[in-house]
């Protein structure tokens, strides 16, 4: 049976394209999940253990955005599913919910409020205590919030994705721009 791409096999495929490098065989085929954050604690249990990892590899591979045979994500075919198919895939569940206390994302997030001024109400990943009251977003994984201060070049790129997402056509113009320019590295 052919398993459908999850949001949370997208967040962990941007995590090995920031972090890939080549390793010898034998050696762990994801060893920057052992690098320590700020806090001394192990950034690997943001994005799940081996299996979650081995699972998300296996769908992401029928979906056509990575391969087994050589362990690598395949570029294009993601950058292309960010631009044109990740706001249908993954809509805003949380659209109908009430203003909440939150983590900044989309045009909300310091990732792009260096490019423009936000009009309208702000947007946020709804966490306790969250520093900035706004709309909610639902993230692309469960523990979205924590991943910001523990590996910010990976909540920098879930920032522009979600203006792809829900953003206004500029917002979206200008994701698009700063993430093809990433991704094409």
């Known amino acids: 049976m052919l398993a459908t791409i999850r949001s949370e096999d997208i967040v962990r495929l941007l995590a090995m394209l920031l972090h890939t490098k080549p390793y010898p ?4 085929l994801y060893p920057w999940m052992r690098r320590e954050t700020p806090e001394g604690v192990s950034s ?24 087994s045979f050589i362990q690598q ?17 993954f809509p805003n569940r949380y659209a109908s919910r009430p203003d ?12 792009m409020s260096q490019y423009f001024i936000p009009s309208g109400p702000r947007v946020v990943w709804p966490v306790q205590g969250g520093p900035i009251y706004g709309r909610p977003l639902s993230p692309l994984i469960d523990n979205a919030a924590e991943i910001m201060e523990a590996i910010p070049e990976l909540y920098r790129l879930l920032s522009w994705i979600d203006a792809i997402r ?14 093809r320019r990433e991704l094409q590295q």
């Not at 065989?25 to 762990?28: E, R, S, T, V």
């Not at 994500?73 to 895939?89: I, P």
């Not at 909440?100 to 990732?111: D, H, L, R």
Request: charged share 20%; proline share 3%.
């Open 44 to 67: 690997a249990h943001l994005l799940g253990d081996q299996p979650k990892w081995r699972t998300s590899l296996r769908r992401a591979e029928a979906a056509g955005l990575y391969s």
């Open 100 to 111: 909440t206390f939150g983590v900044p994302t989309s045009g909300s997030s310091s990732a």
């Open 25 to 28: 065989h034998g050696q762990a």
């Open 166 to 179: 829900i953003g206004s056509a500029r917002e979206r113009e200008i994701a698009s721009d700063l993430l």
């Open 73 to 89: 994500v395949n570029r294009q075919n993601l950058l292309d599913f960010l631009l044109h198919g990740v706001r249908y895939a």
